[in-house]
């Protein structure tokens, strides 16, 4: 038979109240107060905010929860608040809360796993005065913010920020992305400062003015520019390799509109692609003076010069077109066929501005009668089909 104090729990672990004997608790709650009560500062369970609440949510006792803490749903919640709670370690998942104006968690260090989705009128987003320092996943989308300096990582797994029209400003601490940065579709102007970062498996920018990265230097899977309108330099003054033998990795800059300059000073290996495509302000391009090695090379613009002086290794194939004179580009590209190039190369000048900057006509090889020995393009499916759908609508 049940104890009084297991039924107790039961009672109202649901209804607002939560009371137990000891500080560890077990039992999931669902909040459905404005004001809850917790007699634990560490709840061992997942906490969900009933869809039904209403008003201003203040969360004021428990200092840890270990498992997720859920919003989701709550069209009529307008705020969240907590002064005691520091640690989340489980998903803080906020979705589909249309009113929700402001998280204010002033005392918030370290949480596992951070969602914000579909939260159009979020404002304001607070944590501790030191940041959030610890977070293995942060995936921030479609708010009203235009601030997130709460965010203080050293590390992370992930982090993507999308869609969010306000945002024009992202500064961060990180130094080691271990799988993939995603910032897309937020302000045009955004401007983004990665001061520390000197590793990343995979950076993928869109609609991005700047991107400051001078420690970065090494990159496991690829570094992707795709259709950023205001964008009109980048630089990795200390980047010297992208990708690994077993997993490849490219650079891409496609459909930037504004781009005048790529610089590369110190990289020399590409394991996968080379792609720049459709950048229409881009005259030259000489920003690899030590790139030896690359899997395949696309090169398609308005460009009038093309440099790549120490390039001794190209394992598929070349192809470069553009909408000015390349006679001397041309006779570079084509001189390393056979030598230095294993598949074919393919370089044309003077061409109208569709044929030069179109993705889809630059994997087409062997037109202008170069031939090599052989091998069909590998490029990166991911800046190919991007490059078409944006590319395509470039040009309408």
Do not use: W
């Not at 945002?167 to 937020?186: D, Q, R, Y």
Request: net charge negative; glycine share 8%.
């Amino acid at each position: 038979m049940p104890s009084f104090h297991k039924l107790l729990v039961l009672a109202t672990a649901s209804v607002g109240v939560f009371a137990a004997t000891s500080s560890d608790c077990t039992t999931d709650i669902t909040i459905d107060s404005v004001n809850p009560t917790f007699d634990c500062d560490t709840i061992d369970a997942k906490v969900t905010v009933s869809p039904s609440l209403q008003g201003n949510l203040i969360i004021d006792g428990p200092k840890v929860f270990k498992q997720d803490f859920v919003v989701s749903n709550t069209s009529s919640l307008l705020s969240i608040s907590s002064s005691s709670l520091q640690s989340i370690g489980g998903e803080f998942l906020v979705e589909d809360a249309g009113l929700l104006a402001s998280i204010d968690l002033t005392k918030l260090t370290k949480l596992n796993k951070l969602t914000f989705r579909r939260l159009g009128q979020l404002s304001t987003l607070q944590f501790s005065s030191s940041g959030v320092s610890q977070a293995s996943s942060v995936d921030i989308a479609d708010t009203f913010l235009s601030d997130i300096s709460g965010l203080n990582l050293a590390t992370v797994d992930s982090l993507t920020i999308n869609n969010n029209k306000r945002l024009a400003m992202f500064n961060s601490n990180l130094v080691n992305i271990t799988k993939v940065l995603i910032l897309t579709n937020n302000g045009n102007d955004m401007q983004v400062n990665l001061t520390n970062l000197q590793s990343a498996y995979e950076i993928q920018v869109s609609n991005v003015k700047s991107l400051g990265t001078p420690s970065l230097k090494e990159i496991q899977n690829g570094i992707k520019f795709d259709t950023n309108p205001n964008l009109e330099s980048y630089s990795a003054a200390n980047l010297t390799s992208v990708g690994t033998s077993k997993s490849g990795g490219s650079v891409s800059f496609i459909n930037n509109a504004k781009l005048t300059n790529i610089t590369f000073p110190l990289l020399k290996t590409i394991s996968g692609d080379l792609t720049i495509v459709n950048n229409t302000k881009l005259d030259e391009i000489t920003g690899f003076p030590e790139l030896k090695s690359v899997e395949n090379m696309l090169l398609g613009g308005n460009f009038e010069n093309a440099e790549l002086p120490a390039l001794d290794d190209v394992k598929g194939t070349i192809n470069v077109k553009s909408t000015s004179n390349l006679t001397d580009v041309c006779k570079f590209f084509n001189g390393l066929k056979g030598k230095v190039v294993q598949g074919k190369v393919n370089c044309q000048g003077g061409l109208d501005n569709k044929t030069a900057n179109d993705q889809n006509a630059l994997n087409k090889t062997g037109s202008t009668g170069n031939s090599g020995a052989g091998g069909s393009p590998s490029f990166s499916t991911v800046a190919i089909f991007l490059g078409l759908i944006a590319g395509a609508a470039q040009l309408l």
